[in-house]
C-alpha cells in the first residue's frame, strides 16, 4: 500500500516537555484565581471602571457560591499549587486539598450558600430527608477536617 500523504504540513514543530505543560497549566489557574479574586473585590473601584467581563464573572461566583465565594480564588490557588510541586519544593499535600474541597462542599450545603448549595441540600434532603442531610454534610465537614489536619 502506498502512503498517505498529509493534506496540510505544519510549518511549526513544538516539543514541549511534560513539566513545561504542567507549570503551564498551573500558571493558568493562578491567573484565573487572580481573575477571580479581583473579580470578587472590585479592585477596579466601580463597576464601571472593573469592566463588563470582571462583573460578570464576580456576579457569577456570588450567585454560585453565595457568600462563600470569596474562598473560591483561594481553592484555585490551592489546586494550582499542586502543578509547581517537585523534588525541591513541595508546598501541600494531596489530602490537604481533598480536605479543604470536603470542608467547602459540605458548607455549602449546610449554609445553602448560593445556587450550588442549594443543589447540595436539595438533592441531599430529598434522599435522605433534611436531618439526614445535614448529618451527611457534617461527617463530610469532619472528614475534611480530618484530611486538612493530617
Known amino acids: 500500500m502506498a502512503r498517505k500523504k498529509k493534506l496540510f504540513k505544519s510549518p511549526f514543530k513544538f516539543k514541549v516537555k511534560n513539566k ?7 500558571f493558568m489557574l493562578v491567573c484565573f484565581g487572580l481573575i477571580a ?25 456570588n450567585s454560585s457560591f453565595g457568600f462563600l465565594s470569596i474562598v473560591v480564588p483561594f481553592l484555585i490557588f490551592l489546586l494550582a499549587t499542586h502543578f509547581f510541586a517537585t523534588k525541591k519544593v513541595k508546598m501541600f499535600k494531596a489530602h490537604v486539598t481533598i480536605g479543604t474541597f470536603l470542608v467547602f462542599a459540605s458548607l455549602l450545603g449546610v449554609f445553602r450558600a448560593g445556587s450550588l448549595g442549594n443543589l447540595v441540600f436539595g438533592n441531599l ?4 430527608s433534611g436531618g439526614g442531610a445535614v448529618l451527611i454534610l457534617t461527617i463530610t465537614f469532619i472528614i475534611g477536617l480530618v484530611l486538612f489536619l493530617d
Do not use: Q
Request: net charge negative; aromatic share 6%.
Open 20 to 26: 513545561t505543560m504542567i507549570n503551564i497549566i498551573g
Open 37 to 61: 479574586l479581583i473579580s470578587l473585590i472590585g479592585l477596579g473601584g466601580d463597576s464601571e471602571s472593573t469592566g463588563i467581563y470582571l462583573t460578570m464573572i464576580g456576579d457569577r461566583l
Open 125 to 128: 434532603s430529598t434522599d435522605f
